[in-house]
């Protein structure tokens, strides 16, 4: 697809530029013309034209609105010299003239001028006409102002071979591609459909987190269909002037009609699509609200006659969405594009990889396994962001190592090699990472363990242990969940069993694991105590990575239940995470002088260190946590 040229300047335009450079001639001429040929006569001050004439110097005067014109004697030396003064309001100036006997008498009026009369006509209008033609100019860019602040923006894409695209540069959502291959066909041949009395749809709601190819499916529809494609964003519909936004919904729909069959795909639908009742009532005047009434008329209103418009929009907040938006007949369907599998990363890593010299090392599938809920966006960061990590080792291909510490940048952020710690911290942050990596090599439900460092990255992290799942998991159960939480606290229970005290190198750590406890209590209803009851309010959009939302109106006694439930469940964590490492005690202490050696441990050697972690079973714990109660009370 390729942006359509831009159309040439308009009519008025033409017009107004040519009558310009008229009036920019006359007033040219108006100016220079008397000088080039009128008389040229010596101008002299007032005050010497009174001393010639006291002298009696002076034989005729013409006296003028705006000049005095006068003739010496013969007898000067200047004999028959005329003179031209400017006059200044003087009634004596008569008598003067009289008692000194010169001739005077008042200028014939002046002679029509017919160029100054045509200007005093012609320039003020053409002066009003290029102020406003600047303003115009002026409004956006050139191409829109004051005029066309109504006007559509959307950006029109025609078939274009260079840069067309297809279904082919699209991976990762199969499901959405076929969806979506439907529309293609009731582009290319409504008359299959209409025929047997079907009704083609008007809109097809693109749903899904950002960077998951919902721009780009909308550009391949069109690209496959070969249709004009307008592209707009639901934020330039809205202005400042009232009205403004609906003028410009009609102005998109009218030139759409012109151009059908054809796609009109609105990105971030809710900047302007949201539930009309999100302030508590129905009813409103805001220019947004308008903006949205304005186009739901329109898609109710353009399936007349054999014009095939298909509206394409894109959210990824679809639960915002006014409910008339989404009701059949206006938006028919709702495609799901998701973060991709293993195999659609894989797809997606080929398709932005072929441009990219790779070594010989590198495995493709290694980095789509390394890389669960990676959308396309993420995987075409990580490909680029590898390029340019072997251009900077100057490396003739990338390498598999360019592409682990990508991920690493991504996942952990950058190294900060300057922030150095002292010894002290040193050994806590090795502890700490260690106690991580052991609780978390051995509990259910968890990923490898692919490297333990100490060396410092991204905003506050002075080390971490990146942990990747060996498998795309949508599922997990009560006892995964727990120990995830175990794992979360196991550099907590580190510091404890080796120092005997903690740090804050633990908050987020904390703040993860009671958030996590949290939902098994009052999401998942993990909890013997309350039972299967959601004490969320509303559903988690966890497909959309949403936050927590706030608990429901419960009484003192179920919230007090609640905290206790969870603090439960983060103790019986503590309490696994501390026997575990007292029972690997010799480990723990073998593991952590090499990770403060070396500060980074990965591989081979650290698979073979952590295959040598013994597991604890639930007898163990029972009896640490009935001491533990013990030793409370």
């Keep these: 697809m390729a942006i359509k040229n831009q159309p040439q300047p308009s009519r008025f335009r033409q017009i107004s530029n040519i009558l310009l450079l008229v009036s920019g001639l006359f007033l040219l001429a108006n100016i220079f013309l008397p000088n080039l040929f009128g008389s040229q006569v010596p101008r002299v001050p007032y005050s010497l034209f009174i001393h010639q004439v006291q002298d009696q110097e002076v034989t005729r005067v013409s006296v003028g609105q705006n000049e005095i014109r006068y003739q010496l004697k013969a007898d000067n030396d200047t004999a028959g010299q005329v003179l031209e003064t400017t006059p200044i309001f003087d009634l004596e100036l008569p008598k003067l003239l009289e008692d000194n006997g010169v001739e005077f008498a008042a200028a014939p009026p002046p002679k029509n001028n017919w160029i100054g009369s045509v200007l005093s006509w012609v320039v003020p209008p053409l002066i009003f006409v290029a102020i406003w033609q600047f303003f115009i100019s002026r409004g956006s860019g050139g191409q829109q102002g004051v005029l066309s602040i109504g006007k559509s923006r959307a950006k029109v894409y025609v078939e274009g071979e260079a840069d067309k695209v297809t279904f082919a540069d699209v991976a990762g959502v199969e499901e959405s591609k076929t969806e979506l291959v439907e529309i293609v066909d009731f582009l290319k041949s409504p008359q299959r459909f209409t025929q047997l009395g079907a009704r083609i749809p008007k809109g097809v709601l693109l749903v899904g987190p950002p960077g998951t190819g919902k721009t780009l499916l909308a550009k391949a529809v069109a690209g496959e ?254 006892a995964e969940l727990q120990g995830e939480i175990t794992t979360l606290l196991g550099g907590r229970s580190a510091e404890e069993v080796v120092f005997g005290s903690i740090t804050t190198g633990a908050s987020n750590d904390l703040q993860r694991a009671t958030d996590l406890a949290e939902r098994m209590v009052t999401t998942y209803g993990m909890s013997k105590v309350l039972g299967p009851l959601a004490y969320q309010q509303g559903q988690q959009n ?6 927590t939302n706030p608990r429901r109106m419960v009484s003192a006694q179920t919230a007090e239940a609640i905290d206790q439930e969870v603090k439960g469940i983060v103790d019986r964590a503590h309490e696994t995470a501390l026997t575990l490492l007292r029972t690997n005690r010799d480990l723990l202490e073998t593991i952590a002088i090499k990770l403060i050696e070396t500060e980074v441990i990965e591989g081979e050697s650290l698979t073979q260190l952590l295959s040598q972690v013994k597991s604890i079973d639930a007898e163990v714990i029972e009896v640490a946590q009935a001491d533990q109660m013990a030793a409370a009370h």
């Design 225 to 478: 269909a070969g249709v004009p494609f307008f592209s707009i964003s639901g934020s330039e519909f809205v202005e400042l002037f009232v009205g403004v936004g609906s003028s410009r919904v009609r102005d998109l729909f009218e030139q759409a009609k012109k151009q059908a069959p054809c796609i009109i795909f609105i990105d971030e639908l809710d900047a302007i699509g949201k539930s009309r009742a999100s302030n508590g009532f129905y009813g409103g005047n805001d220019e947004r609200e308008q903006t949205l009434n304005q186009l739901l008329t329109e898609m109710d209103g353009f399936a007349a006659g054999d014009r095939t418009v298909i509206v394409l929009a894109a959210t990824n907040r679809p639960e915002t969405l006014d409910p008339a938006l989404l009701r059949p007949g206006r938006f028919d369907r709702q495609v799901l594009v998701d973060r991709p599998d293993l195999q659609g990363r894989l797809a997606i890593l080929n398709i932005h990889s072929k441009d990219v010299k790779l070594g010989p090392d590198v495995d493709l599938k290694v980095i789509a396994t390394r890389t669960p809920g990676f959308a396309g966006a993420d995987l075409a960061n990580l490909v680029n962001e590898a390029a340019l990590l072997a251009a900077r080792n100057n490396r003739q291909a990338v390498a598999q190592e360019d592409f682990a510490e990508a991920i690493e940048r991504v996942v952990a952020g950058l190294e900060k090699k300057s922030r150095v710690l002292n010894e002290k911290e040193k050994k806590i942050v090795a502890y700490h990472e260690v106690g991580h990596a052991m609780v978390g090599s051995v509990m259910p439900g968890s990923g490898r363990v692919e490297k333990i460092s100490i060396v410092p990255r991204g905003m506050a992290a002075l080390g971490y242990t990146l942990q990747l799942p060996t498998e795309d998991r949508f599922l997990m159960s009560e």
């Design 542 to 547: 966890t497909f959309l990575g949403g936050d």
